[in-house]
């Protein structure tokens, strides 16, 4: 009966780590502990949120009082999904990225010592290791060299858990993984935007040449590695995800064209992002070897049904642009 402790369960992510696992273990019980920022949707988890074996308590990752009583003694995990997460709104301020990702993360290595949780897992990212050139990959040892506002505050989040692990022999592993995409990504990151921007004939906004590589996995894919690294990682290590599956942004954009049956004129260039990290590659061979885990879903067939998701959700899409999935808590909840 393993019991988790899952923060920012009503996030992209997070939400489709908890759907699987879930399905997938008839005997886990999950607390999933989220604040409800811009990026919370409880709609996310609608179809779970009657499952008996699992709870829901809205909460900040800041908040220590309501941390240590959301918390339960001795839990077999405490996953750590909850962040500000999208780069764009770093630079704009930096303030709640510092604020969630640093400090929260703090509040939650404390936590986890007071209640004896059995293992941490730190849900980190490869941006934490800077930019690639045009060859290399990011390996575990490449050292951290963040450059926005956001790989910062993760970067500054990963070495608290590690000295947690050096200093107090805490039972931790972090999790660094490559570009997500598919279902319930908020559309604001570069998919999850085009796509629905596409779908209503609207134009997609490419930063500077459109060169720039990222390595995209399908989000049920690092899910299963954040699981893997739980029950099978080894304490105090790093294991890096991705989908072995670099593309450029722009060839991404014209695939999006193409398969939504869309003009070029569509696409907009538009002033680059600042700092804009132009590479990011993963070497995933560490997890593969000593996790038994591997991407198994492949670019073209992810994408199409990430589509097909977003064709077929248009409530959510609706719900979420207009904002008015942030008053769903109330009707589920009272007043928030
Ligand atoms: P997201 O922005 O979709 O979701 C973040 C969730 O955290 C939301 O539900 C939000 O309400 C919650 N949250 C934010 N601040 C909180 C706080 N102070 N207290 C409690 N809850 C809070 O993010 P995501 O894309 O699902 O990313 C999840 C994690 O995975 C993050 O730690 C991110 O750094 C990491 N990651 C993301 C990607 C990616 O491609 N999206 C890749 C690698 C790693
Ligand atoms: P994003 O989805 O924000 O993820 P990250 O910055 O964490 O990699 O962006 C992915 C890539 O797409 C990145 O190189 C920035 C670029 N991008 C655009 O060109 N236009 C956009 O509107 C967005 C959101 C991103």
Known sequence: MPRLFVTGGCGFIGSNFIRQLLNSDPNVHITNFDALTYAGNLANLADVANNPRYSFVKGDITNRADVMTALEENADGLIHFAAESHVDRSILDSGPFVRTNVIGTQVLLDAARAKKVKRYVQVSTDEVYGSLGATGLFTESTPLSPNSPYSASKAAADMLVMSYVHTFGMDAVITRCSNNYGPYHFPEKLIPLFITNLMNDRQV????????????????????????????????????FGGRCEMLNIRLTELLLELLGKPKSLIKYVQDRPGHDRRYAIDCSKAERELGWQPLVKFEVGLKDTIAWYQANQAWVNQVRSGEYLKYYETQYGTR
Do not use: L, S
């Open 205 to 240: 906004p490419v930063y500077g040449d459109g060169m720039q590589i990222r390595d995209w996995i399908y989000v049920t894919d690092h899910a299963r590695g954040v699981e893997a690294a739980w029950r099978n990682g080894k304490h105090g290590e790093v294991y890096n």
